[in-house]
């Protein structure tokens, strides 16, 4: 039965079916998203997304919704005032612990709900340690069905590189909460190089603003509005629903 991991009890962990329950773990950050979105947009994001899919599953599929992890590792964005940012190893060693942790309780099923891209790398990592050292399997998903028609539909025309902190995610954070963001403030993110196209890791400061200031997001966020960032969460959600179906299945 679905129910929220720090709401239960001790008596209700030991009685859980360890072997069908999945344990969901919403990965956010804490970091710069332009001049008009919050540094808690991932954040925000990785809990309502979580909350979502909570609601739209039957009382009896085996969902226990981890406290989401708010900050993580987003070294590209510390220059940036505000972000907040663990060391890589840090980071590893924190997600780590939790995963041992839920094995050690005898959960089989962890999956790590990314929220920001920066902490990717670190849960494909975890996800192949932790199945090798005990045994439990880790999945990954990314919240966000930012390549879906259906999202890529919402992106404004001439909007031609929506990227972080741009159109998508300002919208998705309107539909939270509008009064977190203020579009008065936004302006266009290019970039300055050929970071990308070079296959370098790119940084925050790779994004400018037309007069050449560090602006970190890419593209223009003025175009987001509520109603698109309630059909990305829809769309996110639904796919996320048949991924964790799936995961169910999986023996």
């Known amino acids: 039965m679905k129910q929220y991991y720090a ?13 069908e329950a999945i344990v969901l773990i919403p990965l956010g950050a804490l970091e710069q998203h332009g ?18 899919i909570f609601d739209q ?10 406290p989401t992890i708010p900050i993580g590792l987003s070294t590209e964005h510390k220059h940036f005032c505000g972000s907040i940012t663990y060391k890589p190893m840090t980071y590893y060693a924190m997600l780590y612990d939790i995963c041992a942790s839920l094995a050690h309780h005898g959960f089989q099923k962890v999956v790590l709900l990314v929220c920001h891209g920066g902490n990717a790398p670190t849960a494909q990592m975890i996800s192949r340690e932790i ?24 992106i404004s025309k001439g909007n031609t590189f929506d990227f972080h902190g741009g159109e998508m995610e300002t919208s998705m954070v309107m539909a939270i909460d509008e009064n977190l963001v203020h579009l008065e403030t936004c302006e266009k993110g290019h970039i300055k190089n050929q970071a990308f196209e070079t296959h370098l890791s790119w940084l925050g400061e790779d994004f400018v603003t037309e007069d050449g ?15 698109k960032g309630e059909i990305i969460f829809q769309v996110s959600v639904e796919h996320l629903i048949d991924a964790l179906r799936q995961i169910r299945q999986f023996h």
């Open 7 to 19: 709401n239960g009890t001790r008596l209700e962990m030991e009685q859980i079916n360890k072997e």
């Open 35 to 52: 001049n008009q979105a919050p540094l808690g947009t991932d954040y925000f994001i990785a809990n309502t997304m979580a909350q979502r």
């Open 57 to 66: 599953f039957e009382d009896t599929f085996p969902l226990l919704v981890f």
């Open 131 to 154: 199945r090798s050292d005990f045994g439990m399997n880790v999945f990954v998903l990314q919240s966000g069905a930012f390549d879906d028609p259906r999202v890529q539909a919402t």
């Open 213 to 227: 200031k560090p602006i970190g997001i890419g593209g223009d966020p003025s175009g987001a509005t509520k109603e």
